[in-house]
């Protein structure tokens, strides 16, 4: 088992197949981009499997493939049905902005992969654009009902509110999605941006996001065991009618690292513990050395040994870590 100091146990793991990303959104890089890791750096479908496969035999349950932007990962479809032949077969999911989805949903489901969460902040095709930099609105909701209909389920759409430029839209975006047959999640913006701008006060907390939906709609915490879950659920009304179910994560305000279950492996091979960690281990190098698996097993389990009780943001000496988000993979 991937255990660490603090009796936690670590059952999913987030892999980054590619730092790079078709959109180019305010909160986390400049919208020239930024400089993408070489691809000798990366590691092969052959090394990605491998790990995954260490981390299935040490008790991974639940394999996440992120970015940057996963669809633009040659191969994705093969790399997913030699995932879902592992023994045991993890849960496998992905974390996308959905621009390529329409086309790549039905091969990604038949491969096996169970279910997709989309980043989608505005349904405003104006406010889209000024979030992205990208005109590619249509093309998400098209990967959204692709996504739908190909049985990857539950659909999450994860959105970000950001103060002064989408926060009036948490009601509708949650009607919306309700309607479609999704699930909501809110996510408070995290200090993970490329340009190390975020601040505190700019950020639309969680209990804001609650206010903001409890003025048009009706609120009740899901009385269902959250478990190790980033997302407090909501349970959603509206004139009494039953909508569905609303997450909100908490990240900053409301954190969850006692209850964290995650390690993540960057697309260039670094485990990291903690999303905010400042420390890496490095299995790339290891792979390409010679490791057996029972090597590459017992570098996993020190980096989870050594996970901190919590990410730090609120104490005096935090700093942001010195990857953004596309590069460490959500």
């Not at 990605?48 to 479809?77: M, N």
């Not at 959105?159 to 975006?173: I, M, P, T, Y």
């Not at 909501?184 to 993970?192: A, G, K, Y």
């Not at 999303?275 to 792979?287: G, N």
Request: hydrophobic share 45%.
């Amino acid at each position: 088992m991937l255990s660490d100091r603090y009796g936690r146990v670590a059952t999913s793991l987030r892999v980054s197949l590619t730092d790079r990303c078709n959109l180019r959104c305010t909160y986390c890089m400049p919208a020239e981009g930024l400089d993408w890791l070489p691809k000798p750096h990366l590691l092969t479908d052959d090394e990605v499997v491998r790990i995954v496969s260490v981390a299935v035999g040490l008790g991974v349950r639940d394999v996440r493939l992120t970015g940057g932007e996963p669809l633009l990962r040659r191969g994705l479809v093969g790399l997913v049905e030699r995932l879902a032949a592992l023994t045991p077969r993890p849960a496998l999911s992905v974390t996308t902005n959905a621009v390529g989805l329409e086309r790549l949903a039905a091969p990604l489901a038949a491969a096996g992969l169970d279910r997709v969460n989309v980043s989608l902040d505005t349904l405003d095709a104006a406010r889209f654009r000024a979030i992205t930099h990208r005109d590619r609105l249509d093309d998400v909701l098209r990967g959204l009902a692709a996504a739908h209909a190909a049985g990857l389920s539950p659909v999450k759409v994860n959105s970000v509110l950001l103060r002064g430029v989408n926060d009036d839209e948490a009601a509708a975006l949650t009607r919306w999605a309700l309607g479609e047959g999704y699930e909501p999640r809110f996510i408070e913006q995290m200090p993970l941006d490329a340009q190390h701008g975020w601040k505190r006060e700019e950020m639309v907390t969680a209990a804001e996001i609650l206010e903001l939906l409890g003025r048009e709609l009706e609120l009740e915490p899901d009385p269902a065991h959250r478990g190790s879950a980033p997302a407090e659920r909501w349970v959603v009304r509206e004139a009494g009618r039953l909508l569905g179910l609303v997450g909100v994560v908490g990240s900053v305000t409301r954190p969850f690292c006692g209850a964290c279950d995650r390690i993540r492996l960057t697309a260039d091979g670094q485990v990291r513990n903690c999303l905010f960690s400042q420390d890496e281990v490095d299995l790339r190098a290891a792979l390409r050395t010679g490791a057996d698996d029972a090597a590459i097993a017992n570098l996993l389990r020190g980096a989870v040994q050594v996970k901190r009780a919590g990410h730090g943001i609120d104490e005096p000496g935090f700093l942001q870590p010195p990857r953004p988000m596309s590069a460490i993979g959500g």
